[in-house]
């Protein structure tokens, strides 16, 4: 069975410009995540989605970023204009849902990672 | 006070070794922990859940302190393959609500 799959694996931009990212999560994996992970720290979250429904954003920068989850399977998620501390490694993660009272089993991309020039 | 705080590292140890990682979260209503491991430039995968009463999987163990709000990891007999970064992760909340991962605790064993 295909894993989480990103793409592109890398981007090099210039500041101000746009970028997508792309995930498509495993077959049947009604939940989706977007992290962000900067050299030397953990994944911070940037999105959960349910299905095709964001319900949890807190930790998106809106003036910039945006994401969506059409039909509830693949996801995008894009920077507005990127600036210098966007660069990092975008993780995109699925789960097949809540997993009952232990929670959720993450399965990670290989990530996209983002240089901003 | 963050949300999920490990140690800071890295650990260095020969092989053989006997290593623990600490890490602690601030709400008291999560419900969800585990242990993910990253090797380097590479994505996290899990490692093992973390249950109340404790957990083995072979030279791994993992025990939950609800109480005091903490979770450790403990590795035995280290193997060279072990060297990796160790990322302890723990739910926002109640069940089912987003994953929160720590900074991450590097692990380097030398031969």
């Known amino acids: 069975e295909a894993g989480v799959v990103q793409s592109p694996r890398y981007k090099i931009i210039e500041k101000k410009q746009p970028v997508a990212f792309w995930c498509n999560p495993i077959s049947g994996h009604n939940t989706l995540y977007w992290y962000r992970q900067n050299l030397g720290q953990g994944p911070e979250l940037l999105i959960r989605?349910?299905?095709?429904?964001?319900?949890?954003d807190s930790q998106l920068p809106k003036d910039r970023f945006s994401a969506e989850r059409l039909k509830g399977v693949d996801s995008t998620l894009k920077i507005q204009p990127a600036e210098l501390g966007d660069s990092a490694v975008y993780l995109c993660?699925?789960?097949?849902?809540?997993?009952?009272?232990?929670?959720?089993?993450?399965?990670f991309g290989s990530g996209t990672q983002l240089s901003v020039l | 006070r963050k949300e999920v705080e490990q140690d800071p590292g890295p650990f260095n140890v020969p092989e053989g070794a006997t290593v623990a990682f600490n890490c602690t979260y601030s709400n008291s209503a999560s419900q969800s922990f585990f242990w993910y491991r990253q090797d380097c430039r590479k994505e996290p995968k899990l490692l093992m859940s973390v249950y109340s009463s404790g957990n083995e999987d072979g030279r791994f163990t993992a025990q939950l302190n609800r109480a005091s709000q903490y979770i450790s990891l403990l590795i035995r007999d280290s193997k060279l393959s072990d060297s990796a970064t160790y990322l302890c992760v723990v739910n926002k909340g109640q069940a089912g609500t987003a994953l929160i991962f720590g900074k991450g605790t590097t692990l380097s064993v030398s031969s």
């Open positions: 993660a699925s789960s097949p849902g809540t997993g009952g009272f232990y929670g959720e089993k993450l399965f």
């Open positions: 989605y349910e299905n095709e429904e964001a319900v949890d």
